[in-house]
């Protein structure tokens, strides 16, 4: 993997991790928005061999919360329970 490009995925990481982090209540969940960003997160930790982390219980969590997500509609909005 290339400087230039190892160097541009932890930018992408660190950016799709503070979107998620900063996502509010009434945020859509499809398109760019939640979902696309946990895709993001999930395969950057993969392809940047972030071991631990892929052994972790957080990116097993990280990955129901996909799921769960995905299974309902990607035209709601989240909402905090």
């Known amino acids: 993997m290339s400087e230039t490009f190892e160097t541009n995925n ?22 760019k928005h939640i979902l696309d960003n946990i ?9 940047l061999d972030f071991i631990l982390t892929v052994n972790s219980s957080g990116f097993q ?15 709601n909005f989240l909402t905090v329970n």
């Open 10 to 31: 932890y930018i992408k990481l660190g950016t799709a991790l503070c979107y998620l982090i900063g996502a509010k209540e009434g945020e859509l969940l499809g398109g």
């Open 61 to 75: 969590e990280l990955k129901d919360i996909k799921t769960g997500v995905s299974q309902s509609c990607k035209n």
């Open 39 to 47: 895709d993001t997160v999930l395969e950057l930790i993969r392809n």
